[in-house]
Nanobody, 127 residues
Framework: QVQLVESGGGSVQPGGSLRLSCAAS?????????TGWFRQAPGKEREGVAV???????VYAWSEKDRFTISQDNAKNIVYLQMNNLKPEDTAMYYC????????????????????WGQGTQVTVSV
């Protein structure tokens, strides 16, 4: 059974940094898997932020590619999202998601392409 547990959220001032962690377990013995970070602000749709694939390749939402970095520690089965220069508009619940089906690259940040989801961790950026 796939389980994803997020941690690392909190409250920071604009310009600050946070590192989110997604502890993954129960992944099937598959050569292909992808783990992504999504976020949802109040009243808005859940949007993809960054995705990392089993081969180490990454995809970012255009607006975040210079501030956020996704990485994975395969030994610990943890996927990280390092967020720098945080802005108030980054305030949202951040979710980790995973799937094991091969998909087209242009679909990697689409919410509907992910089967497994964590419970989320809140990030608040304010003065």
């Amino acid at each position: 059974q796939v389980q994803l547990v997020e941690s690392g959220g909190g409250s920071v001032q604009p310009g600050g940094s946070l590192r989110l962690s997604c502890a993954a377990s129960g992944y099937p013995d598959s050569s292909y898997y992808r783990t992504g970070w999504f976020r949802q602000a109040p009243g808005k749709e859940r949007e993809g932020v960054a995705v990392i694939i089993s081969d180490g390749s990454t995809v970012y939402a255009w607006s975040e590619k210079d501030r956020f970095t996704i990485s994975q520690d395969n030994a610990k089965n943890i996927v990280y999202l390092q967020m720098n220069n945080l802005k108030p508009e980054d305030t949202a619940m951040y979710y980790c998601a995973a799937d094991f089906r091969v998909t087209h690259q242009h679909l990697l940040l689409r919410r509907s392409e992910y089967t497994y989801w964590g419970q989320g961790t809140q990030v608040t950026v304010s003065v």
